[in-house]
């Protein structure tokens, strides 16, 4: 069935597969764990349940995203001996220890003060319950760092050596962990993160705004969304271009197949908004384009000149139409999470916040703009670094381990199956948990099995504790 695919391809489909499934669970855990410390910090603060309430209600789905996001992980390292034995030969040396940093550092923490999130409240009591909640956060945000600043060395690669056996050695760790890259990469994926949460959570709450289930929990998660909206997406369009800048200054392939510029312009290149990028002929069918402001934006000149994909050799070029429309899925989709924050600070000028129906509906269809977004812009920086594994010294053909493509397709298909079950159980569990917005007070998942039959009718979801 694969006899007449290339091994290489089906290695890189499995691998953007597996990743792709992956990412998503990370970019919602990093930002919702970060978003259950500041509830439990504000119940601590304010005294107020509805805080207490939230939490709990937010930490069932945490844990279960939590638990798919590790599963699907691992899956990925595996690949790593399976599919790409010769890259782990060569870049080991370096991706080795900043992966085995990951565990010995984030998920040690997080899976020690886990549990105590989880189940501990009763237990050990509020202040150090909060200790743990904000350990598992600040676990997930190192996680995030040690694994951004190892994408990021095969992005921009420094501090290293090649050895006589053609391996990549470590000569500087500090260029190696920060990187030119790293830091732009950390912020934009950071926030890129928490922007996924806000609308994941502005959507449940608009959700149960317009179904009118817990007005006051509601209101509450939609109005501090609706915040970290308002005041991240501007943060978050600002530090995209500076990480766009770093990108035209290290890599300059990925700009240029992002914007979709096949020649060079001497004299201002144009912003090219949308067309048909047409490789063959090396150039941008039915484009419509603003005069000089690619120029403006990246080179904050009109005139600037600005090189084109012709003064790169052919076979050097990433795949152009891919980077050009996933660039502009993730922009788009940026600049709409920005009018969805500008618009909720107009409502709540006007007082409409809780009431403007067409808001609420606006933000339970921007509900799964995140994790488009987050796709989109990882799809833009990944394949932007083709056709190189580590940039400029290690290419994709000269990583893939010496297995035949049926073996790969193979698997492929098992993951697709497997994936598509697992995962697609997982999203709808969780899809299902945040339908239930309880009119009550949650009950606790500290409070151990329910024994009675009359505590179990008094409370329809007491039969999840023990039933």
Request: net charge neutral.
């Amino acid at each position: 069935m694969f006899e007449n695919f290339d091994a290489t391809i089906l290695a890189r489909i499995q691998f953007a597969f597996t990743v792709s499934f992956h990412i998503i669970f990370p970019a919602f855990s990093i930002g919702l764990a970060s978003y259950l410390a500041v509830l439990e910090a504000l119940w601590l603060w304010k005294k107020d349940e509805v805080y207490l309430e939230l939490f709990n209600f937010w930490k069932t789905i945490f844990a279960v995203a939590f638990g798919m996001g590790v599963v699907s992980g691992i899956v990925m390292s595996y690949q790593f001996g399976t599919n790409w034995s010769v890259f782990s030969d060569k870049a080991g040396p370096i991706i080795g220890p900043l992966m085995g940093y990951e565990v010995l550092t984030a998920f040690f923490l997080e899976a020690g003060f886990l549990g105590v999130m989880l189940f501990g409240l009763n237990r050990v009591g509020p202040k150090l319950h909060f200790l743990a909640t904000a350990m598992v956060a600040i676990g997930t945000l190192i996680s995030a760092t040690w694994i951004l600043s190892a994408n990021s060395w095969m992005q921009t690669p420094r501090g290293f050596e090649i050895n006589a056996v053609g391996q990549f050695v470590p000569v500087d760790w500090w260029a190696i962990v920060f990187n030119p890259s790293f830091p732009y990469r950390l912020v934009h994926m950071v926030l890129a993160a928490y922007l996924t949460t806000a609308f994941v959570v502005g959507a449940c709450g608009a959700w149960h705004l317009i179904r009118k289930t817990a007005p006051r929990r509601a209101r509450k998660m939609f109005s501090m969304a609706m915040w970290m909206a308002a005041i991240v997406a501007p943060i978050q369009i600002f530090a995209g271009d500076m990480h766009g800048l770093n990108t035209l200054e290290h890599q300059p392939a990925k700009v240029m197949a992002m914007e979709g510029h096949y020649q060079s312009h001497p004299d201002g290149a144009p912003l090219i908004l949308f067309g048909i990028p047409n490789s063959a002929e090396k150039r941008v069918d039915y484009a419509i384009d603003v005069p000089k402001l690619s120029s403006l934006i990246l080179k904050h000149d009109l005139n600037a000149p600005l090189a084109g994909l012709d003064t790169i050799p052919d076979e050097l070029h990433p795949p152009v139409g891919i980077i050009f429309w996933s660039f502009r899925v993730m922009v788009g989709l940026g600049f709409a999470m920005l009018g969805i924050g500008l618009w909720s600070l107009w409502c709540r000028y006007r007082g409409t916040l809780d009431s403007n129906a067409w808001l609420h509906r606006a933000a339970v269809l921007m509900g799964p703009a995140g994790f488009v977004a987050v796709l989109a812009g990882w799809i833009t920086t990944e394949v932007g670094r083709q056709p190189y594994t580590v940039y400029g010294h290690l290419l994709t053909a000269d990583s893939v381990a010496p297995i035949a493509a049926p073996a790969v397709g193979a698997s492929l298909l098992a993951f697709i199956i497997v994936y598509f079950f697992v995962f697609g159980a997982g999203t709808f569990y969780i899809l299902r948990l945040m339908a239930r917005l309880p009119r009550d007070p949650t009950p606790d998942l500290d409070e151990g099995p329910i024994r009675t039959a009359g505590a179990a009718l008094a409370n329809p979801h007491g039969g999840h504790h023990g039933h």
